[in-house]
T-cell receptor, first 112, second 112 residues
Framework: SQQGEEDPQALSIQEGENATMNCSYK?????LQWYRQNSGRGLVHLIL?????REKHSGRLRVTLDTSKKSSSLLITASRAADTASYFC????????????FGIGTKLQVIP | EADIYQTPRYLVIGTGKKITLECSQT?????MYWYQQDPGMELHLIHY???????EKGDLSSESTVSRIRTEHFPLTLESARPSHTSQYLC???????????FGNGTRLTVT
């Protein structure tokens, strides 16, 4: 089974609002990454947070990591129509020798 | 943009044919991955490689095979294509340590 699971599976918001997506995983990890996928394309890396970090920012993105709850969240602030995409978390489990597995993804729609 | 290339972009082929999906990267990355993704769904890791002459099976059982004779090249082969193989196949690579994955644009395979 997949290591990570995102929720919600789909999210629709108005432009300018914030979008929050959550990811839960099952085993201890070295790091957690968030990726974005536009329809029918490959994934683009957004941000990586290591297991000893609790929060990380990159532009309008804020990622938190709670290793005690085995969960992470991705916050996109002041969303834009161009943020419409699917967002996936990916984990690199300890002992997996950097085998990276993905969650089921959250489909975000930002309505202009 | 990452320098990782997948060909062909689209492939429609009849049942029973042998096919090879190509993936090449020019970044000198040691780690390479193949993921299978049905439209709008999660990514499943089917093969990965830590370097030349190293290949491992992923979490999703696949009838495909891979080879890694050169660092830059990680082709995926299906000896006898079936309709159940219809999917999108995404190739990725990553560098040293906890580096993010760089994805190609994928090959969308349809087996009739």
């Amino acid at each position: 089974s997949q290591q990570g699971e995102e929720d919600p599976q789909a999210l629709s918001i108005q432009e300018g609002e914030n979008a929050t997506m959550n990811c839960s995983y099952k085993t201890s990890i070295n790091n957690l990454q968030w990726y974005r996928q536009n329809s029918g394309r490959g994934l683009v890396h957004l941000i990586l947070i290591r297991s000893n970090e609790r929060e990380k920012h990159s532009g309008r993105l804020r990622v938190t990591l709670d290793t005690s709850k085995k969960s992470s969240s991705l916050l996109i602030t002041a969303s834009r129509a161009a943020d419409t995409a699917s967002y996936f978390c990916a984990t690199d489990a300890i002992g997996s020798y950097q085998k990276v597995t993905f969650g089921i993804g959250t489909k975000l729609q930002v309505i202009p | 943009e990452a320098d990782i290339y997948q060909t062909p972009r689209y492939l429609v082929i009849g049942t029973g044919k042998k096919i090879t999906l190509e993936c090449s990267q020019t970044m000198g990355h040691d780690k390479m991955y193949w993921y299978q993704q049905d439209p709008g769904m999660e990514l499943h890791l089917i093969h990965y490689s830590y370097g030349v002459n190293s290949t491992e099976k992923g979490d999703l059982s696949s009838e495909s095979t891979v080879s890694r004779i050169r660092t830059e090249h990680f082709p995926l082969t299906l000896e006898s294509a079936r309709p159940s193989h219809t999917s999108q196949y995404l190739c990725a690579s990553s560098g040293e340590g906890n580096s993010p994955l760089h994805f190609g644009n994928g090959t969308r395979l349809t087996v009739t």
